[in-house]
């Protein structure tokens, strides 16, 4: 059964920080090219950051860059996304991705909210 189970999502005040992770299972973790999409209260999904199977390349939306850094352990099957200086803005259901080819999997979620 493939998994993909979110943690690490909570309550921060505007500019602290959130450390991200997504553990993965059922599926060949190193074939897959990871990534995180967020959606905020009302409004679609946005794509946030991708890092590649090998880890060898990573990008991130403009408003993330510089904040957010994206990682994975290949020997844990995790990848993780270490959020600074975070926003109101930012506040969101943070869902973990992984994709290969036509195969794609999706996690459940895990809540960010940025409010003093």
């Known amino acids: 059964e493939v998994q993909l189970v979110e943690s690490g999502g909570g309550l921060v005040q505007p500019g602290g920080s959130l450390r991200l992770s997504c553990a993965a299972s059922g599926f060949t973790f190193d074939d897959y090219a990871m990534s995180w999409v967020r959606q905020a209260p009302g409004k679609g999904l946005e794509w946030v950051s991708t890092?590649?199977?090998?880890?060898?390349?990573?990008k991130y939306a403009e408003s993330m860059k510089g904040r957010f850094t994206i990682s994975r352990d290949t020997l844990k099957n995790t990848v993780t996304l270490q959020m600074t200086t975070l926003k109101p803005e930012d506040t969101a259901v943070y869902y973990c991705?992984?994709?290969?080819?036509?195969?794609?999997?999706w996690g459940q979620g895990t809540q960010v909210t940025v409010s003093s």
């Open positions: 991705n992984a994709q290969w080819g036509a195969w794609e999997y």
């Open positions: 890092i590649i199977w090998n880890g060898g390349f990573t």
